[in-house]
């Protein structure tokens, strides 16, 4: 795919026009691509969304969240929009990709939340066609940030290798 890109494009500027949910406009130069993919990240957060209105609004592709590991336990849970965002934005032509809010602190709860996500999304699999995503953050506070101050970068790519070995090993673009 990226030599594709390669030879089809040449470097300029673009300006993808307003944001129609923010407002902005966004101009980007890069010497690979000539075009912009407008994308969405969502959760249950934003509700029931109408996907042929998000299509409509030119997004090109979401990210969808199918999941979250507790801030304060290691407790996976479900998001109760995945499947419904899932089959509808892929219904209304818009590529899907999906995330994982990850609470991760360990490279065991790592994997186990991969696994968690495999078993999630396998049953969607013609319908994902971007990579499979751990979203991996903290607030400050929690104690995913706690174990972030107390380890390493190369403990925390471990969690990340983790994460991905069993859903890379299903075929999924991690």
Known sequence: HQKWLEQQDSPQTFASGANPYTGK?????????????DGIDVSKWQGTINW???KADGIDF?????????LSSFTMNTDSKFAENVKNAYAAGIKVGVYYYSGATSASEAK???NYVLDLIEPYKSKISLPVVMDYETNGSDRIYKNYENTSKSTRTT??????????SAGFQG
Do not use: Q
């Not at 406009?25 to 993919?37: D, G, M, S, V």
């Not at 979401?62 to 507790?70: E, I, K, L, Q, Y």
């Not at 969690?159 to 890379?168: D, I, Q, R, S």
């Open 62 to 70: 979401a990210f969808v969240r199918c999941g979250n590991t507790s």
């Open 159 to 168: 969690y990340v290798k983790n994460f991905c070995a069993p859903l890379t």
């Open 112 to 114: 186990k939340e991969g």
């Open 52 to 54: 042929k209105k998000v």
């Open 25 to 37: 406009t966004y101009t980007h130069k890069h010497a690979k691509t000539n075009y912009i993919y």
